[in-house]
């Protein structure tokens, strides 16, 4: 079984402040990793993943994550707000199973202050 | 390539009504998927397909109801429209793990 925590529902920073979104999972098997974002009125997209190796993943627009095993965490980070930054982020934990199906957190909506 | 499309892209039923939201993907891809997404709750799994001609319930199916004939498509079916059901739909598509592309959804009002 596989579940993923996002803590604060909502995150609010201002601009050009470090961005943190916590994520935590729990799985059975050796995780893969994402996370997406989801723009106002549009689909999710993916910002990175961790599957195996360097456990410091870079994505686009200057996001990146680390996988912690120990602390079976996946925060997500950005050195520096922009606005256009604002949207939904979703983490998500899947195994290796067939059917390649992810679980997602709830969301953490990230509010970016001028 | 146009990638994930779903149609329609908004939708008002009344509550006993049916329709069927389709769901197209122009990249061969084997794995399909309907979500729903509703405020707080993220999002969750309704029905999903791992090849053409199979489909398999996910964690919300009560209500729903799918069908894969073509590769390319998937459509979710709703037999009778409930209020419950109000929500946005997503559908997804992938070859692996790596990945999952999503569509742009769909907005549905059930009245």
């Known amino acids: 079984a596989q579940s993923v925590t996002q803590l604060g529902s909502h995150v609010s920073v201002s601009e050009g402040a470090l961005v943190l979104l916590r994520c935590n999972y729990s799985s059975s098997v050796p995780p893969y990793l994402f996370w997406y974002v989801q723009y106002p009125n549009q689909g999710l997209q993916l910002l990175l993943k961790y599957t195996t190796g360097a456990t410091l993943v870079k994505g686009i627009n200057g996001f990146e994550a680390e996988f912690k095993k120990s602390e079976t965490s996946f925060h997500l980070t950005k050195p520096s707000a922009h606005m256009s930054d604002a949207a939904e982020y979703f983490c998500?934990?899947?195994?290796?199973?067939?059917?390649?199906?992810?679980?997602f957190g709830r969301g953490t909506s990230l509010i970016v202050h001028p | 390539n146009a990638g994930v499309t779903q149609t329609p892209k908004f939708r008002v039923l009344k509550t006993g009504q049916s329709m069927t939201l389709l769901c197209a993907q122009d990249m061969n891809h084997e794995y399909m998927y309907w979500y729903r997404q509703d405020p707080g709750m993220g999002l969750r799994l309704i029905h999903y397909?791992?090849?053409?001609?199979?489909?398999a319930k996910g964690e919300v199916p009560d209500g729903y109801n799918v069908s894969r004939l073509k590769k390319q498509n998937f459509l979710l079916g709703l037999e009778s429209a409930a209020p419950s059901q109000t929500s946005v739909y997503f559908c997804?598509?992938?070859?692996?793990?790596?990945?999952?592309?999503f569509g742009p959804g769909t907005r549905l009002t059930v009245l």
């Open positions: 998500a934990v899947s195994g290796s199973g067939r059917s390649y199906i992810p679980t």
């Open positions: 997804a598509s992938t070859q692996s793990v790596l990945e999952q592309f």
């Open positions: 397909s791992v090849g053409e001609g199979t489909t």
